[in-house]
């Protein structure tokens, strides 16, 4: 039975950082590029950044970009996103996902969910 478990949300103000981690049992971490999503209330779920299977490349979303860094420990089966100069508009629940597919900012290929970490930032 496959399961993802995402860990490290919290409430944090403007400016902080946090990092997220996802542990995946029950599959084979490396055979699946792994993502992170989020939603915020009353607005449809968003790709945030994903990472290939051997961690070489990633992807972000404009809005992150050098600001958030994904990263996994395959040997972990671990995904980790490191979020720094936090803006209340990252509000938001943040899932961990996993496709057999390459990465994508769809939530379409992705077969492995998690259950989600909140994350809120106060201004």
Same mark, same amino acid.
């Given at each position: ?21 996802? @542990?995946?049992? #029950?599959? %084979?971490? %490396? +055979? *699946? ?23 070489? @490349?990633? *992807?972000?979303?404009? +809005?992150?970009?050098?600001?958030? %860094?994904? +990263? ?18 990252? @509000?938001?629940? *943040? ?9 994508? #900012? ?5 077969? *492995?969910?998690?259950? #989600? ?7």
């Amino acid at each position: 039975q496959v399961q993802v478990v995402e860990s490290g949300g919290g409430l944090v103000q403007a400016g902080d950082s946090l990092r997220l981690s996802c @542990t995946a049992s #029950g599959l %084979t971490f %490396t +055979s *699946y590029a792994s993502a992170w999503f989020r939603q915020a209330p009353g607005k449809e779920r968003e790709g945030v950044s994903c990472i290939r299977r051997s961690g070489a @490349t990633s *992807y972000y979303a404009d +809005s992150v970009k050098g600001r958030f %860094t994904i +990263s996994r420990d395959n040997a972990k089966n671990t995904l980790y996103l490191q979020m720094s100069s936090l803006e209340p508009e990252d @509000t938001a629940m *943040y899932y961990c996902a996993a496709t057999a597919s390459d990465c994508s #900012g769809s939530r379409a290929p992705y077969k *492995y969910w998690g259950q #989600g970490t909140q994350v809120t930032v106060s201004s």
